[in-house]
C-alpha cells in the first residue's frame, strides 16, 4: 500500500514536471518567435531607410547634416545585436532621426508632393505600426515566460533547467520624448 502511493506520487510529480518542463520550452520558443517578427520589421524599415534619404537629398541636398544623422542612426541600429534594451536605444535613435527629416520636408513643399516621398513616408509608416504591433506581442509573449519563470512552483522546474526571465523591448523615457509630435509653427 505505501509503495503504491509513493509510486503514485512520483508518478504524478514526474508528469508534473514534463508538463511545466514543456510549458516553459514553449513559451521560451514564442518569445524567440515574438523577437524574430520584430527583427523582420525593423530590416524591412532599415531597407526604406536609404530610399528615403536619396529622395529627401534631390529636393534638400544642403541638409546634410540631417540626412547624415539618419544614415549614421540606420547603421548604428542595423548593426546592434544585442539585448532588446539595447537595440531599442538605437531604435529610439533612429525614430528621433526620422523625425527630425520628416520634419525637415515640412520646410520643401516639393518634396511633400513628390509621389515617390508620399510612398516611401506610406510604407515607412506601416512598417512602424507593424513593430509596434510586434513589440507588443513580444512584451506580452516575454511578460508570459517571466511569470512561468518567477511564479511558485514552476520557479522550482524553471532554475534547475536553466530558464530565464526574457527583457522586453522598450524604449525609455528620453527616446519617447522623441516621438512626441514636432511643433509647427508659421
Known amino acids: 500500500m ?30 524567440q518567435e515574438a ?15 536609404p530610399t528615403l534619404v536619396e529622395t529627401v537629398k534631390g529636393y534638400a541636398s544642403h541638409e546634410k547634416q540631417t540626412l547624415e544623422s539618419v544614415i549614421n ?8 545585436k544585442g539585448s532588446p534594451a539595447h537595440q531599442a536605444q538605437s531604435e529610439g535613435l ?9 520634419a525637415l520636408a515640412e520646410s ?11 510612398d516611401l513616408q506610406r510604407q515607412l ?7 509596434e504591433k510586434a513589440r507588443r ?11 512561468a519563470v518567477q511564479q511558485f512552483p514552476s520557479n522550482l522546474i524553471a532554475r534547475p ?11 525609455d523615457a528620453a527616446q519617447s520624448a522623441a516621438r512626441e509630435p514636432v511643433p509647427v509653427k508659421f
Open 94 to 102: 533612429l525614430g528621433g532621426a526620422l523625425k527630425n527629416l520628416f
Open 125 to 131: 509608416s506601416e512598417v512602424e505600426g507593424t513593430i
Open 35 to 49: 523577437w524574430s517578427d520584430i527583427d523582420v520589421q525593423m530590416k524591412r524599415r532599415y531597407d526604406l531607410i
Open 161 to 171: 533547467f536553466g530558464f530565464s526571465t526574457a527583457e522586453f523591448f522598450e524604449i
Open 73 to 80: 542612426a540606420r547603421n548604428v541600429a542595423l548593426a546592434d
Open 2 to 31: 505505501t509503495t503504491t502511493i509513493i509510486i503514485a506520487v512520483a508518478v504524478v510529480l514526474g508528469l508534473y514536471v514534463a508538463a511545466t518542463y514543456n510549458k516553459l520550452i514553449g513559451l521560451r520558443n514564442r518569445v
Open 137 to 147: 506581442y513580444y512584451n506580452g509573449s516575454a511578460r508570459d515566460m517571466n511569470n
Open 108 to 118: 520643401y513643399p516639393d518634396l511633400k508632393a513628390n509621389t515617390n516621398f508620399l
